[in-house]
């Protein structure tokens, strides 16, 4: 299914069109289902509620045609990307190896020093099925189950600076991308990058020396104050807002355009794809879409993973959740600070139907972060799960 998968996008022809953005259909349509979003449309701003969801049409000659519809869109208010950003990175990774033109750089032993205050070395990994650590590897774990350690290794192998400069390359300008996650990074050392070394065997075929990015990326956003108090590194509680002024941003139009990009690059001038290969494409194609549980190397089994584990917008975070073998989910979610966020083409072979759906929703009560007290379970996950199947059964009707 994944080459065939490959194919379909690939190849498709250049010729498409886009639609002018509908803003009330969605609106309307969350209106008419009070059971599952009356609460949220009670304050849908308090919940950071953003939502951006194209249709896809295809004409008799097979060519995608696009129309997007949005509700409370704002790419100017600030909420927190996650783990989402980790798809833009990947891609940027390899593009960095292809450029590299060194064969067999990306399944290379990938060993990842220390050179500043923080960094910490890699030297083997457990998951892959030789044992040692690879930018082919690193992109599965970051795309079965969000990986932040293979995340973290791979914006060390591009570099803060490269990663920014793709971003504008590519018109992603409601976005930056300036630290690595879940190690408290931040300042001077998310500005500096491990030494890195690739090897064949014992035999080295590329050195890469740390990398400082001596720019900053300052973007004025709304919201960047959030709440009302946070724990500290100590778990003492602050009575201030929140800050998140310095962190990673990746606008919900920016997020889209690099899911659409990736899966319809033809629809683009060469110019303006990513350069990637066929290869990189059904690497992603793959693993993008597959469950975890359906992994060999790495390897990931119940109950600490379950097979709909990452497609949030259609399944939530239920374990027990009976997979719909027609449809597969291209997607990148993320999690922190109370925001879930889901970026994903969903796509049904036996129905026809193929959309792109993505989404933020937060919920705080409290007011507080970093005190681990979020309603995921009660209020985002759900909202999620339920709009994607609402959304489907839309597109099963229209």
Request: glycine share 4%; proline share 5%; hydrophobic share 35%.
């Amino acid at each position: 299914m994944m080459l065939r998968l490959s194919t379909f996008f690939i190849f498709l022809t250049l010729q498409t069109s886009a639609q002018k953005m509908d803003t009330t259909f969605l609106q309307k349509l969350l209106e008419s289902k009070p059971e599952l979003f009356g609460k949220i449309l009670q304050h849908p701003t308090k919940n950071e509620v953003q939502i951006l969801y194209t249709q896809i049409n295809r004409d008799n000659k097979n060519i995608p045609h696009f129309r997007p519809h949005s509700f409370n869109l704002n790419p100017k208010r600030y909420f927190y990307p996650a783990s989402t950003v980790k798809l833009p990175t990947l891609i940027f990774a390899l593009e960095k190896a292809n450029q590299l033109k060194i064969k067999s750089i990306k399944k290379a032993s990938m060993q990842t020093d220390s050179a500043f205050a923080g960094q910490t070395k890699v030297s083997v990994d457990t998951s892959a099925e030789n044992g040692l650590p690879s930018i082919q590897n690193y992109i599965k774990k970051v795309l079965l189950v969000s990986d932040n350690d293979a995340y973290n290794r791979l914006y060390e192998f591009v570099g803060r600076e490269e990663i920014n400069q793709k971003l504008k390359k590519y018109g992603l300008n409601h976005s930056r991308i300036v630290s690595r996650l879940a190690v408290g990074d931040g300042g001077e050392s998310a500005k500096h990058t491990n030494p890195i070394e690739f090897y064949i065997g014992k035999n080295s075929i590329y050195k890469q020396a740390t990398q400082v990015d001596a720019n900053d990326y300052p973007m004025q956003m709304d919201y960047m104050l959030q709440g009302k108090g946070y724990l500290d590194a100590n778990d003492k509680l602050i009575n201030s807002p929140f800050d998140f002024s310095t962190k990673n941003v990746f606008a919900i139009t920016d997020q889209q355009e690099v899911l659409k990009r990736l899966l319809f690059p033809k629809i683009y001038p060469s110019s303006a794809q990513f350069q990637l290969k066929k290869e990189d494409y059904q690497l992603i194609y793959k693993y993008m879409s597959m469950y975890p549980t359906e992994s060999k190397h790495p390897t990931y089994n119940q109950p600490e993973y379950w097979p709909a584990f990452a497609k949030l917008l259609f399944y939530g975070s239920a374990k027990d959740a009976i997979i719909n073998p027609n449809i597969r989910i291209f997607n990148k979610y993320g999690d922190s600070y109370g925001y879930n966020i889901d970026n994903a083409y969903i796509i049904d072979f036996k129905n026809k139907i193929e959309f792109m759906l993505t989404v933020v929703i937060q919920s705080n009560e409290d007011g507080i972060y970093n005190d681990n007290k979020y309603e995921y379970e009660t209020v985002t996950l759900p909202f999620l799960k339920n709009l994607g199947q609402v959304i489907y059964q839309q597109e099963k009707i229209r």
